[in-house]
């Protein structure tokens, strides 16, 4: 079952985190980025929360599975739904254990490293 919209935009104004939170929809389902980065998942209109020291420490007790198949368990942080501030300190203490983002190579450079590569594995002529 895909996840509504209207899940996600509930998520972002009990969080109330304004434009530090994006999200981006992926097969039907949505990541959750803080400041770039990846911070949960809302998999079936639940939300997983990446699993850090921060959910094991300030929501130890949130039951955990996998957000779709074949995935590690993550903490289910529904029944923090309705509560914005322990769901934003568990959202915020998420990301500052997370490393940046890599920063991401305009197209120009992707292919210039790109023909650089080719011309490293190519066979030499004769």
């Not at 985190?17 to 400041?35: I, N, V």
């Not at 995935?71 to 915020?92: Q, S, T």
């Amino acid at each position: 079952m895909a996840t509504d919209r209207i899940f996600v935009d509930y998520i972002a104004e009990q969080l109330g985190l304004g434009a530090r939170l994006t999200h981006k929809k992926m097969f039907g389902e949505y990541a959750l980025y803080l400041d770039e980065k990846v911070v949960a998942f809302a998999c079936d209109n639940s939300l997983f929360i990446k699993p850090t020291e921060a959910a094991t420490e300030l929501a130890p007790d949130l039951p955990q599975r996998p957000p779709y198949p074949g995935a590690k368990d993550y903490p289910v942080a529904d029944e923090l739904l309705d509560d914005g501030d322990e769901l934003r300190r568990l959202i915020i203490a998420t990301a500052n254990l997370l490393p940046a983002p890599k920063p991401k190579l305009k197209k120009t450079a992707k292919k210039v490293a790109k023909q650089a590569t080719k011309k490293a594995t190519r066979k030499p002529k004769g």
